[in-house]
């Protein structure tokens, strides 16, 4: 007797090599170690913040989409949270001093091209908003102890509504298992937060020699 595997686990299984790679990207490593700047660290927010813009701008448009609606929660919205973040590092005219990467630019794009295709829209609400649940915590506390922060400056790692973030991360893997998609879609959707994986990946390459330019 065959054993089904939950999708939620397929996922993570099927995109952990990729997901690995990210996460030990260079830049991110020496952010984490202490071998990078506050400047460092406000020019990665800068790049989040388009990131999530466009984020947020399809989770609004697809509130109504069937498949979606499930995974789209107020509690997990981040873009406020960013400005804010933004506003104490750089000041109220800080949109006058971020602009995007042309890795975070190519990412945006192609959030706001999956909208009106659910699995697309989840594949990217996926990697995003449960890797900032799973990691926010150990990055928060990082950070905190390298730039001395308080919540100024890190609140886009503060998830202030969600008391229990396991609980939160075991309904929404729930959600994929229920998810109404055919093995093709599933395929569709891995292919998808492989993709998202490696835009970060491309982005985290960029802010590296981005800020080595400006050293």
């Known amino acids: 007797m065959s054993v089904v595997i939950p999708f939620s686990q397929a996922l993570r299984e099927r995109t952990q090599a990729v997901h690995t790679e990210t996460e030990s990207a260079a830049f991110m490593t020496e952010l984490l170690s202490g071998k990078r700047s506050r400047e460092d660290y406000i020019a990665l927010v800068g790049q989040q913040y388009y990131i999530y813009e466009a984020l947020e701008a399809v989770a609004d448009a697809m509130q109504d989409d069937p498949v979606a609606r499930p995974f789209i929660s107020r509690k997990l919205t981040r873009l406020p949270a960013i400005e804010a973040d ?34 697309g829209f ?25 730039f001395g922060f308080e919540t100024n400056g890190i609140g886009f790692y503060i998830f202030a509504e969600i008391a229990e973030p396991k609980r939160f991360k075991d309904v929404y893997r729930t959600q994929l298992d229920e998810a109404p998609w055919d093995d093709a879609e599933r395929d569709r959707v891995v292919e998808e937060v492989t993709r998202a994986y490696r835009f970060n990946a491309d982005l985290f390459a960029d802010l590296a020699e981005a800020t080595a330019t400006a050293a």
């Open 86 to 119: 933004l506003s104490f590092l750089i000041g109220e005219g800080w949109r006058e001093e971020v602009h995007p990467l042309p890795s975070t630019s190519r990412y945006a794009q192609r959030i706001r091209e999956v909208e009106g295709w659910a699995g």
């Open 122 to 146: 989840v594949a990217h609400h996926y990697t995003r908003y449960l890797g900032d649940l799973s990691g926010g915590l150990i990055i928060r506390n990082l950070l905190t102890r390298q």
